[in-house]
């Protein structure tokens, strides 16, 4: 019997207006092609109302709020009072993200701005007692030492772009290792070294849907079916089953909201 795909996209985007002309008609689609769930991930101040809408639509949808760093500036107390009162009121609402660096934009904040607002919502995420979903870009020095100033809280780095080093010592931080689309193209040779080199326990599978399509579906808009072509790559590089990889990746993602850990 062929074997069935139950994907879980851990880090999604679906508020975004890429898909404001067929939200639903994908939702349909994409449930009928075997996923079973979704993290979507605020990025900014007006996507922790309409993520948090998402998951009282949806059941199959789950939430994380916070602030990207790219919108850095944005966050204050009032942001954080809105996060803590989506949260306390909506026990969908499951992780603190998308916060984090990025230093690869010039237009983005202040590093120092931005490296107080991951601070602060790493605090909020200890505070809470919830996982975290790291966005890191080209700032893995600091990324890694902000996430050891907070060594009870624990998480993803999502759409991982470092070193095996790197993904290494996320890895004894107890975080998870986010895979994308990205694993499946020609030249991905860095990620694929990390997915060669870390346990399949430690790996986490997503889009960041509507970006980061996979091959053979790279460049267009990106839904979470796509995830299988993700879990094939993982399966080929480790040379296990499809299946072993679609099992091991949902317990991961379980054991992280529900353990911590």
């Known amino acids: ?16 207006e890429a898909f404001d002309e067929d939200r639903e008609a994908v939702f349909e689609q994409i449930k009928s092609e075997g996923v079973i769930g979704i993290l979507n991930c605020a990025c900014s101040k007006k996507s922790l109302k309409t993520t948090n809408e998402l998951t009282l639509k949806h059941d199959f949808i789950y939430g994380a709020l916070g602030i990207h760093p790219s919108d850095a500036n944005d966050y204050d107390e009032s942001v954080k009072k809105e996060i803590i009162n989506l949260y306390n009121s909506n026990k969908k609402i499951i992780a603190i993200g998308e916060i984090g660096l990025d230093y690869y934009w010039d ?12 601070r602060e919502q790493m605090s909020l995420a200890e505070e809470l007692g919830l996982p975290v979903v790291i966005h890191d870009r080209d700032a893995h020095k600091d990324t890694l030492e902000i996430m050891k100033e ?10 991982f772009s470092g070193s095996v080093e790197f993904a290494r010592e996320c890895v004894k931080l107890g975080y998870y290792i986010g895979i994308t689309g990205v694993v499946t193209f020609k ?35 990106n839904k979470s079916d796509y995830i299988r072509y993700i879990i094939e790559k993982i399966a080929e590089i480790k040379e296990i089953s499809s299946k ?18």
Do not use: W
């Open 1 to 16: 019997m062929e074997f069935k795909y139950e994907i879980f996209d851990t880090h999604s985007h679906y508020d975004d």
């Open 107 to 118: 237009e983005n904040p202040d590093k120092e701005v931005q490296k107080r607002v991951f």
């Open 150 to 159: 907070f060594p009870n809280v624990r998480g993803t780095v999502h759409c």
């Open 187 to 221: 030249n991905a040779k860095k990620i694929c070294d990390v997915v060669r080199e870390i346990p399949l326990e430690r790996l986490l599978v997503e889009t960041d849907c509507p970006y980061m399509a996979p091959s053979p579906n790279r460049g267009k808009r």
């Open 244 to 261: 072993e990889v679609n099992l091991a990746v949902n317990n991961n993602f379980h054991n992280l909201i529900h353990n911590g850990k």
